[in-house]
């Protein structure tokens, strides 16, 4: 008993723990990489269908039609260096997929401790959801690989004017991916400076928005300039959005056209119906979509103890990307986009899978530690009690 105690003092749980979830992790993102690309490779695009024909008629970084321009650029370069479009859209799509799992163990690692980041890391790689999406060359990638570098920087414990212009470059670039990423902006960096309350952290939060604002004001206004509307693709989209509220999937004859605002979106079945909406949203979010997108449905226990978890060490970082990841896809979230199941595509949750992984990594961090702790206090009483007996 002696010497098993002995053993277990000097046993580095956590090195052992976080190497072999490392290599685990490693394997999971590999075996995805290739097998996306073996799956999905001949499945039509959605979303990036029309992207090669932007790059074809682009002929600068902001002239990509109604579309955000980052996305469509990188696909320019591509096709550039003599790319097939189809091919490069894909890869693209792959790459940013390893970058978004790459850069969760940098951001886990330095707020949460390494556990909860390989462990986060682990589930991320092996979601078959976000393979699929990886293949599919969604924007939701590019914007939340860009907005988990905000969060990070913008979130720092010292605020500091390196931090805040890191986290605008990244702020800019969220939103010239998709445009909405600017809702989660602005909840991030609401919401952080709300916990913290200083005025360091407004002024840095104020420094990072307006240099995300000065790198999107371009886009918004070549938008202005040729189509006589700053936010032209994006109110067209909720044209859309609300034609399929009303009308479904079938004949839109004598539906309205052009771009629909977004406060005329919210409200147009006035404030009794944005509220029914947003609040159906929430409901249909959390009873279906959610548990959905994080896949494996053990996880959700690990889950609930993620959030308790958050609650209990005061670790709300991850509350409040969930928040600003899930606030602004509500108004959205009852409509019946996908006439099978209802709902909208699971591609508009991909920023909240990641902070449901992240407080999976978490929970489970967290319930090791506590078991840890119980073993060392278990097994200190043991030595104590083995002291006692060999004096007597």
């Not at 600068?60 to 790319?83: I, Q, R, T």
């Not at 494996?296 to 889950?303: P, Q, T």
């Not at 999976?360 to 319930?367: A, D, I, N, R, S």
Request: aromatic content about 14%.
């Amino acid at each position: 008993m002696e010497r098993l105690l002995k053993t277990l003092s000097k046993f580095d749980r956590q090195s052992v723990f976080v190497g072999t979830l490392s290599v685990l992790a490693a394997i999971a993102l590999s075996y995805s990489l290739a097998a996306s690309w073996k799956v999905y490779r001949h499945e039509p695009f959605r979303e990036a269908a029309s992207r090669s024909l932007l790059a074809v008629h682009s002929s600068w970084f902001y002239d990509s039609g109604v579309a955000e321009p980052l996305p469509v650029f990188a696909l320019k370069l591509a096709m550039a260096a003599g790319a097939d479009p189809d091919a490069a859209v894909r890869a693209e799509g792959l790459a940013v997929f390893a970058a978004v799992v790459l850069v969760t163990v940098f951001v886990l690692r330095a707020r949460f401790g390494g556990q909860c980041a390989v462990i986060a890391a682990l589930f991320l790689a092996a979601n078959p959801l976000l393979c699929f999406y990886a293949m599919q060359g969604g924007s939701h990638l590019y914007s939340l690989f860009f907005l988990l570098l905000f969060w990070h920087y913008s979130g720092a414990p010292e605020p500091s004017r390196r931090a805040a212009l890191l986290a605008g470059l990244y702020g800019g670039l969220a939103c010239l991916s998709r445009l909405d990423a600017a809702w989660a902006l602005l909840l991030i960096a609401g919401l952080s400076w709300a916990a913290r309350r200083s005025a360091a952290g407004l002024k840095s939060a104020a420094l990072s928005l307006g240099l995300s604002l000065l790198l999107v004001l371009p886009y918004v206004v070549y938008q202005r300039a040729k189509y006589g509307n700053f936010l032209y693709a994006q109110e067209l989209s909720l044209r859309r959005w609300a034609n399929i509220d009303k009308y479904g999937y079938g004949s839109w004859e004598g539906a309205p056209v052009g771009p629909l605002s977004v406060p005329s979106f919210v409200f147009r079945d006035g404030a009794a119906g944005a509220a029914r909406g947003v609040f159906g949203g929430l409901g249909r979010s959390l009873a279906h979509e959610l548990p959905q997108v994080l896949y494996y449905k053990w996880l959700s226990i690990l889950l609930f103890l993620g959030i308790y978890a958050a609650f209990v060490t005061k670790k709300d970082g991850l509350l409040v990307f969930l928040a600003a990841a899930l606030l602004p896809v509500l108004p959205l979230a009852g409509i019946k986009q996908v006439p099978a199941s209802g709902g909208i595509e699971f591609r508009y949750y991909l920023c909240s899978l990641w902070a449901l992984c992240a407080l999976v990594g978490l929970g489970l961090q967290e319930t090791l530690a506590w078991f840890e702790g119980g073993l060392q206090k278990w097994a200190a009483e043991k030595a104590g009690a083995l002291g006692r007996g060999g004096k007597a």
